[in-house]
C-alpha cells in the first residue's frame, strides 16, 4: 500500500494543500499547532471514513469554510486509485471512489489499508473496555469487509433489544411476544463476531511478543488476551455454533436481571481485551513508557497481521511516537520502520532519517 499524494482544502487549519509523500519515511516536521496531526488525521478520515479526534464530521471544516474537500491518491498491489471525500456545512458527505460516489461509507474501509499510532492510544492500555474494543474493529474490519457488516447489523439489533427491556415494565406483552426473536439475532450476530475477535487476537498475542522480545531483550513479556463478555477460553469462541447457543441461552433465561438493569447485559458490546505485562495488568502496574510500548507494539502488530493476511504492508501513520519512548525502544522503532512507508509526525527535524515535510500554519513544504 501506497499513499502517494493528498490534496486537501479547508480541512481544519489547512485551507489549501497539496503534499507528496515518499517511499520511505516522511516526517513531518514543525513547531506545535501548525498543522502536522491535522494532515495524519485527513489520510486517516479518508480510509476510514471516520475521525481519530472528533466524531462530528462539522469540526473538521476549517473555520468559516463552508465545504471541505480531501483527495487521497494511492495504490495497492494491483493499481493506482483515488478517494476522495467532500464533507458540507448541515450537509450529508460525499465519498467517491476513482470518482464513483460510494453508496455507503462503510465501503471506503479496507480500500486503502493504514494503521495509526497517536498519543491517545495509551488509552488502549489505560482506559475502559470501549477504547479496545473499537481497537479491535478497525483493525478486524479493514481485513473482512463481512465483520464491519456483521457489526452494523449487530447494534442495530442491540438497539431493538434494548428498547423493548426498557419499555418491558409498561408493556410486558410485547417483550415476552418478542424477546426470543431478538435474543436469536443479537446471539447469531454475536457468535459470528466473537469468532473474528478471538481468531484476531490469537494472532495478535505472538506478534505483540515478538515486537516485545526485540524492544526489550525479552526482559518484558506481554499478554493480549481475548475476555470475552461470556467468560471461558477463548479458543471455545472460535467455534461459532456453539457460541451462538451459549449466547442464546444466556439471553433467555436472565431476562429479569436484565430489565432490572435496563439493557443488554450479554454480547461483544461487553468485550474486553486483557493486556497484561510479565503477568500482572498492564493497566495497573506498568509504567507510562511501557504502556506506551503496549499500545505501539499493539499497532506495529496490526499492521503485521494486515501484511500477513492480505498481502498489504498497511501506511504507518505515527503522531508524536518517539516522546516517552527511551533509547533501546527509539531505536528499535526507527529500525523497525525502515523499508516501508510511513507518515511520522515530531516537533524534532533529527527524531529520525527520512523524507522532511516542513508544517508551518497549515502549509507544508518539501525539503
Ligand atoms: N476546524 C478548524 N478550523 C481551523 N483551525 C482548526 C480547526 N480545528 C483545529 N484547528 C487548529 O489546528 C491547530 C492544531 O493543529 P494540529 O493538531 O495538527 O497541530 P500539531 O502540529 O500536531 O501540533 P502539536 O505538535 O502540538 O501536536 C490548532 O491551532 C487548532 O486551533
Ligand atoms: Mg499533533
Not at 431478538?182 to 494472532?203: F, I, N, T
Request: with cysteine; charged share 30%.
Amino acid at each position: 500500500m501506497k499513499c502517494n499524494r493528498i490534496q486537501i482544502q479547508n480541512f481544519r487549519n489547512i485551507e489549501t494543500a497539496d503534499v507528496r509523500f515518499g517511499d520511505g519515511v516522511n516526517v513531518l516536521v514543525g513547531a506545535n499547532a501548525q498543522g502536522k496531526t491535522n494532515l495524519l488525521e485527513a489520510i486517516f478520515y479518508v480510509a476510514i471514513g471516520k475521525s481519530f479526534r472528533t466524531s462530528h464530521d462539522e469540526d473538521m471544516i476549517r473555520f468559516g469554510a463552508d465545504v471541505c474537500e480531501i483527495s487521497l491518491d494511492f495504490e495497492d498491489s494491483r493499481r493506482e486509485q483515488n478517494l476522495t471525500v467532500r464533507l458540507m456545512a448541515g450537509k450529508r458527505r460525499r465519498i467517491e471512489h476513482n470518482r464513483v460516489r460510494l453508496a455507503k461509507v462503510s465501503e471506503v474501509v479496507g480500500l486503502f489499508r493504514t494503521v495509526l499510532f497517536c498519543p491517545e492510544h495509551l488509552s488502549l492500555v489505560k482506559d475502559g473496555p470501549a477504547e479496545r474494543r473499537a481497537f479491535l474493529d478497525v483493525a478486524v474490519s479493514q481485513l473482512y469487509p463481512n465483520y464491519l457488516h456483521s457489526l452494523q447489523t449487530y447494534h442495530q439489533i442491540l438497539k431493538q433489544r434494548n428498547g423493548l427491556i426498557r419499555d418491558a415494565e409498561t408493556d410486558r406483552k410485547t417483550f415476552n411476544d418478542t424477546v426470543e426473536f431478538w435474543s436469536e439475532q443479537l446471539a447469531h450476530e454475536a457468535a459470528v463476531l466473537s469468532q473474528y475477535r478471538a481468531r484476531y487476537l490469537k494472532l495478535l498475542q505472538p506478534a505483540i511478543r515478538a515486537c516485545f522480545a526485540e524492544m526489550t531483550d525479552g526482559k518484558e513479556i506481554p499478554d493480549v488476551v481475548y475476555e470475552p463478555s461470556l467468560h471461558g477460553d477463548p479458543e471455545d469462541y472460535e467455534d461459532a455454533a456453539a457460541t451462538e447457543a451459549r449466547y442464546r441461552e444466556k439471553l433467555m433465561s436472565n431476562h429479569e436481571r436484565e430489565i432490572a438493569a435496563g439493557s443488554t447485559l450479554w454480547g461483544i458490546h461487553k468485550d474486553d481485551i486483557r493486556i497484561d505485562l510479565n503477568g500482572k495488568p498492564a493497566r495497573l502496574f506498568a509504567s507510562q513508557g511501557q504502556q506506551r510500548s503496549l499500545a505501539l507494539a499493539m499497532k506495529l502488530a496490526e499492521g503485521e497481521i494486515c501484511r500477513d493476511i492480505c498481502g498489504e504492508v498497511p501506511v504507518f501513520l505515527l503522531d508524536d511516537v518517539f516522546s516517552e519512548l527511551d533509547a533501546a525502544r527509539r531505536s528499535y522503532l526507527s529500525e523497525k520502520i525502515q523499508g516501508r512507508q510511513v507518515i511520522i509526525t515530531s516537533c524534532e527535524p533529527t527524531v529520525t532519517a527520512g523524507h522532511l515535510i516542513r508544517v508551518e500554519n497549515g502549509e507544508y513544504r518539501e525539503e
